[in-house]
């Protein structure tokens, strides 16, 4: 079966450094893709954005990664 539709993953600055998050959105990436999505990865909202007014069937999902500083 294939899906017309595309799914966006935004991601924030946070979890550019997370390399784990990092590994487990690029592997959430892949799984989508095998079952017949097409995939992208943006790497802030504007980027997201720019994704979605280019096609109209992204559905975007956001994921964020905090960074947590020590006192």
């Known amino acids: ?11 924030s600055v946070g979890l550019k450094e997370d390399n784990p998050a990092k590994q487990a959105l690029n592997s959430l990436k892949q799984a989508i893709i095998e079952r017949g999505f097409i995939a992208q990865i943006a790497d802030n909202i504007e980027h997201g954005i720019k994704y979605i007014k280019e096609s109209p069937k992204y559905s975007a999902v956001g994921i964020f990664g905090i960074k947590i500083i020590p006192k």
């Open 1 to 11: 079966m294939k899906f017309n539709h595309h799914v966006l993953f935004v991601s």
